[in-house]
């Protein structure tokens, strides 16, 4: 009994000596849990050699110990976050100037038709763009979105392409087939709310088109339109300029763990 | 899509099973270094046990979750599960395998 109680006392005083073999930017991120793990079970003679190896690995492979920034953003993430905002304010522009040509709001006369023309190109540019940026999000995180929400993106995208081309009644409700597959995926590289907020935007967008919303669906798509779904790709680019998690730059070949089959 | 473990070198085999470990939940240094030998028989160090998590959280097969006190529970990742899952599949055939030739031996 009082040998096992000198040889734990003895365990718990040397930790702060083992600990101290690793390199100080591991021992910033994994000291603490490695103190508490070698004080929950005291070393015995063989894991301090195990340690001493682990300590001379980590001070050949600093690399380890460093702690990874959480984001990692390329220009090509500042471009996409860009793009994410400019469908946005294209929409939201689009939207707009027609919801205040409707007749129901009583200032149809005041908008120049020339603008109404303009309105529809920057409606139709913002749907191309969306495309893009759609795609370029399935292919940036495609670790994130995984199998699920990268087909809800490939879906959103061709969505896109059928209303650019006027096929809304096929596009829309594909729209939100594609945005709700998206959605999960999404929450994992913007947010919940964003994500959330996205999809909620999209399916009221299709009831209000559809006219399931309230007796006056067509003014209520285009003010929801230019007024909720417009923005809510502001939002969506807002947080895209950090780019995506750090993930480990090294490409890994074949392992040799996996085996063939018969 | 799986990161495999083979570059990892000698820490492969601790790799897989503290994998293993962690397909069960999220479990902190002490807990994965009791489940290995209870599920393996082997001895993990704690030198190879956080040598291992260091490469395997840097290939995004494991993440850090919030700290317990001092205790840190790690867990498996979407691309963990995969690797793990495609790493057992690989090994189950290649035992079905091993003892199929056996008894073509006999």
């Not at chain 1, 591991?26 to 195990?50: I, K, M, N, T």
């Not at chain 1, 009221?204 to 923005?231: C, D, I, K, T």
């Not at chain 2, 790799?15 to 209870?38: N, R, W």
């Not at chain 2, 919030?66 to 090994?91: C, F, Q, S």
């Amino acid at each position: 009994m009082a040998t096992a109680m000198h040889e734990t006392s003895r365990s718990v005083d040397s930790t702060p000596w083992l600990v101290r073999l690793y390199p100080a930017t591991w021992r910033a991120r994994y000291g603490d849990e490695f103190v508490e793990l070698l004080q929950s079970r005291p070393p015995s003679a063989r894991d301090r050699l195990d340690i001493l190896r682990g300590a001379l690995d980590a001070r050949i492979h600093p690399q380890l110990g460093a702690v990874l920034p959480s984001r990692v953003a390329t220009r090509g993430d500042h471009l996409l976050a860009f793009a994410a905002v400019t469908v946005g304010v294209l929409l939201t522009t689009w939207a707009g100037i027609i919801a205040i040509a409707l007749p129901r709001w009583g200032m149809g006369s005041i908008v120049d038709e020339n603008l109404i023309a303009a309105s529809y190109g920057a409606g139709f540019l913002g749907g191309v763009i969306a495309i893009v940026v759609l795609y370029a999000l399935a292919y940036r995180y495609v670790h994130e979105l995984g199998k699920v929400s990268t087909t809800g993106a490939f879906l959103a995208a061709t969505a896109f392409l059928m209303t650019v081309g006027e096929a809304d009644a096929l596009g829309v409700p594909l729209l939100v087939l594609g945005t709700v597959l998206l959605g999960p995926g999404l929450a994992k590289v913007v947010g919940f709310p964003v994500a959330a907020g996205m999809v909620m935007a999209t399916a009221f967008m299709a009831l209000a088109m559809f006219g399931f919303v309230a007796s006056h669906g067509q003014e209520l798509l285009w003010l929801w339109l230019g007024a909720v779904y417009g923005p809510s790709w502001v939002l969506l680019g807002i947080p895209l300029r950090h780019g995506p998690r750090q993930r480990p730059a090294v490409a890994l070949s074949i392992a040799t763990w996996r085996v063939r089959g018969s | 899509m799986t990161e495999p473990l083979g570059e990892i070198g000698r820490f492969a085999e601790p790799s897989l099973f503290i994998l293993a470990s962690l397909g069960e939940g999220p479990k902190h240094g002490y807990a994965i270094m009791t489940d290995v030998e209870a599920i393996s028989g082997q001895h993990l160090g704690p030198g190879t046990l956080y040598a291992a998590l260091a490469r395997l959280e840097r290939r995004g097969l494991i993440a850090a979750l919030a700290p317990e006190d001092r205790r840190r529970p790690y867990k498996l990742t979407g691309l963990g599960e995969t690797t793990l899952r495609t790493l057992l599949e690989g090994l189950s055939a290649f035992a079905r395998t091993g003892l199929r030739r056996l008894g073509d031996a006999r």
